[in-house]
T-cell receptor
Framework: GAVVSQHPSWVICKSGTSVKIECRSL??????MFWYRQFPKQSLMLMAT?????????EQGVEKDKFLINHASLTLSTLTVTSAHPEDSSFYIC?????????????FGPGTRLTVL | QKEVEQDPGPLSVPEGAIVSLNCTYS??????FMWYRQYSRKGPELLMY????GNKEDGRFTAQVDKSSKYISLFIRDSQPSDSATYLC???????????FGGGTRVLVKP
């Protein structure tokens, strides 16, 4: 397997503030990372694809100016929720893509629970 | 119609029983098939990864892929209460790395 970490695991913030979430691949390099959002009892919803050294690709309906993604190195991607509002409260999960030989796998971080007051 | 269909459950079984999970898909471009386990308020954990039709076994877990029927399964033998979680199937096209998920099946193993 492979290890992906997220920080923080849990954050509470006031409405209107910005929150940064980090995603790190600890024992492998990931040129591509993904950011998901998950509401209670629902499956994961892909928000954007983060590519090292280039702009992120956002899924339809996801505001790129609100959810800023930076993938500055092969082991780190960050998601910044700008001007957060209560409706942004959710569970945010990142994954890192690992491709080696015939294996084409994604490994997920433990998630970050965001609560916006 | 969703590309990947998965019964949401919940699926409740007694401890020691076999848990049977499945997903159907409509896009024949999917070539890689994964099963993830997700505990409440945690990220998904990769359980099984397959890319060919047939069976793959790993401990108590068996993954089955039938590409001709566009049907994949996961079996959990000798189920334990610690297996209680949501199980997600996910698929990848040959070209690309964007996962398509099923909706997840909630499993409850009762002691």
């Amino acid at each position: 397997g492979a290890v992906v970490s997220q920080h923080p695991s849990w954050v509470i913030c006031k409405s209107g503030t910005s929150v940064k979430i980090e995603c790190r691949s600890l024992d492998f390099q990931a040129t591509t990372m993904f950011w998901y959002r998950q509401f209670p009892k629902q499956s994961l919803m892909l928000m954007a694809t983060s590519n090292e050294g280039s702009k992120a690709t956002y899924e339809q309906g996801v505001e790129k100016d609100k959810f800023l993604i930076n993938h500055a190195s092969l082991t780190l991607s960050t998601l910044t929720v700008t001007s957060a509002h209560p409706e942004d409260s959710s569970f945010y999960i990142c994954s890192a893509h690992k491709f080696s030989g015939s294996a084409n796998e994604q490994f997920f971080g433990p998630g970050t629970r965001l609560t916006v007051l | 119609q969703k590309e990947v269909e998965q019964d949401p459950g919940p699926l409740s079984v007694p401890e020691g029983a076999i848990v049977s999970l499945n997903c159907t898909y409509s896009n024949s471009a999917f070539q890689y098939f994964m099963w993830y386990r997700q505990y409440s308020r945690k990220g998904p954990e990769l359980l099984m990864y397959t890319y060919s039709s047939g069976n793959k076994e790993d401990g108590r877990f068996t993954a089955q892929v039938d590409k001709s029927s566009k049907y994949i399964s996961l079996f959990i033998r000798d189920s334990q209460p610690s297996d209680s979680a949501t199980y997600l199937c996910a698929m990848l096209r040959a070209a690309g790395n964007k996962l398509t998920f099923g909706g997840g099946t909630r499993v409850l193993v009762k002691p």
